[in-house]
């Protein structure tokens, strides 16, 4: 079965460090992966998607991924952290060369950003 | 533009009830996806209509969970008999129809049963 792993649950950085959250996916063709955050009370937001092209693939709000194949991850990055980008972020799959659309996710990373 | 709408965006209801949550779709997106979030989990697919039609329904718990799309745009998600365990934020996502577009998620429903 196609799934993702987050791991860390919480993750907690300083104001302008490095921000790394981690990924790792298990699906036996190439998969589309995505990053996607929930602010508290709203609704998800896509971050970033990887869809078999460039493999460091660069979203919003200065976040970026990269698609490691011999290592089935796909971290997200950000070199310095602002206290906005405090947060859930969600990593998901949709497995490829599937007719079904539906997306599956990983269980969370919460994002706190320490001034 | 306007994005995905969901009514209510919170429903509060007694064990055995039933409930009918209702999302509007982004306008032109002929695919709409229902998913269920637990507390502190990420969301679980239920249901993907394209059009009107169920493309997939593999997600849905048991037959106490039903919805339509009938004009292939407002889709209902209906629960009946609901349980405590039936609590959780029920999310609608639209996108414009192929195997990979972007989900445009709405804010949720947020449903408590008591």
């Known amino acids: 079965a196609q799934s993702v792993t987050q791991l860390g649950s919480h993750v907690s950085v300083s104001e302008g460090a490095l921000v790394l959250l981690r990924c790792n996916y298990s699906?036996?063709?190439?998969?589309?992966l995505f990053w996607y955050v929930q602010y508290p009370n709203q609704g998800l937001q896509l971050l970033l998607k990887y869809t078999s092209a460039a493999t460091l693939v660069k979203g919003i709000n200065g976040f970026e991924a990269e698609f490691k194949k011999s290592e089935t991850s796909f971290h997200l990055t950000k070199p310095s952290a602002h206290m906005s980008d405090a947060a859930e972020y969600f990593c998901?799959?949709?497995?490829?060369?599937?007719?079904?659309?539906?997306?599956?996710f990983g269980s969370g990373t919460r994002l706190s950003i320490r001034p | 533009g306007a994005g995905v709408s969901q009514t209510p965006s919170n429903k509060v209801t007694e064990k055995g009830k039933y409930v009918e949550l209702r999302c509007d779709p982004i306008s032109g997106h002929t695919a709409l996806y229902w998913y269920r979030q637990s507390l502190g989990q990420g969301p679980e697919f239920l249901i993907y209509?394209?059009?009107?039609?169920?493309?997939?329904d593999s997600g849905l718990p048991n037959d106490r969970f039903f919805a339509v799309r009938p004009e292939g745009s407002v889709s209902t998600l209906k629960i009946q008999r609901t349980e405590r365990g039936d609590s959780a934020v029920y999310l609608c996502?639209?996108?414009?129809?192929?195997?990979?577009?972007?989900?445009?998620f709405g804010p949720g429903t947020r449903l408590t049963v008591l």
């Open positions: 996502a639209s996108s414009l129809g192929t195997d990979t577009d972007t989900q445009y």
């Open positions: 209509f394209q059009g009107t039609g169920a493309a997939d």
């Open positions: 998901a799959v949709i497995p490829g060369y599937s007719s079904a659309s539906k997306i599956i």
């Open positions: 699906s036996s063709v190439p998969p589309y």
